[in-house]
Antibody
Framework: QVQLQESGPGLVKPSETLSLTCVVAGYSISSGYYWGWIRQPPGKGLEWIGSIYHSGSTYYSPSLKSRVTISVDTSKNQFSLRLSSVTAADTAVYYC??????????????WGQGTLVTVSS | DIVMTQSPDSLTVSLGERATINCKSSQSVFYSPTNRNHLAWYQQKPGQPPKLIIYWASTREFGVPDRFSGSGSGTDFTLTISSLQAEDVAVYFCQQYYSAPQTFGQGTRVEIK
């Protein structure tokens, strides 16, 4: 059974870069599938940030594309999110999740527990 | 972007009664070459991540009770809980994955009357 776990700072200052890592257990990223980041502002809905294939191919949300970088490290079986120039509007619970597709992005069948990132000085 | 709109925003149902949640997409999410609707449903309980319960509009995820069912095609979809149980109290989201960016509905809160 695949398990995902997010880690990273819970507090980021405005204008700085948010960095999170998702470690995957129970499934080798090298075996395939897309791996995504989704966020949820407190009390609000879900927003897809972007996804990455094990080969490194990425898809980003157009609304965040200029600030987002998602990378993968298959040797550590993990993938990462960087979001630059953050503001209070980026305060949210950030989830990593598995997207069981090989060619195009699909639904998310396994999720991490999520990590709250607050943007504040 | 495809806009997903759910109704109602909240729903209060008695134990054992039927709960019905609607989801409407701003454009069709039916992909003709595969004859599939690219629509999923998630359940999110307080303090937990979303859990996939339905994909391809009507396929139940492994382990999901059969009181949960999905239906619809094109732009109009429904999640039905045939006999509401206490453990079904949650917020439910629909998601389209027909085109990037994947987008979610705003959520429907289901509570017990």
């Amino acid at each position: 059974q695949v398990q995902l776990q997010e880690s990273g700072p819970g507090l980021v200052k405005p204008s700085e870069t948010l960095s999170l890592t998702c470690v995957v257990a129970g499934y080798s990223i090298s075996s395939g599938y897309y791996w995504g980041w989704i966020r949820q502002p407190p009390g609000k809905g879900l927003e897809w940030i972007g996804s990455i294939y094990h080969s490194g191919s990425t898809y980003y949300s157009p609304s965040l594309k200029s600030r987002v970088t998602i990378s993968v490290d298959t040797s550590k079986n993990q993938f990462s999110l960087r979001l630059s120039s953050v503001t209070a509007a980026d305060t949210a619970v950030y989830y990593c999740a598995r997207d069981p597709s090989y060619a195009v992005t699909y639904y998310f069948d396994s999720w991490g527990q999520g990590t709250l990132v607050t943007v504040s000085s | 972007d495809i806009v997903m709109t759910q109704s109602p925003d909240s729903l209060t149902v008695s134990l054992g009664e039927r709960a019905t949640i609607n989801c409407k997409s701003s454009q069709s999410v039916f992909y003709s070459p595969t004859n599939r609707n690219h629509l999923a449903w998630y359940q999110q309980k307080p303090g937990q991540p979303p859990k996939l319960i339905i994909y391809w509009a009507s396929t139940r995820e492994f382990g999901v009770p059969d009181r949960f069912s999905g239906s619809g095609s094109g732009t109009d979809f429904t999640l039905t809980i045939s006999s509401l149980q206490a453990e079904d109290v949650a917020v439910y989201f629909c998601q389209q994955y027909y085109s990037a960016p994947q987008t979610f509905g705003q959520g429907t809160r289901v509570e017990i009357k």
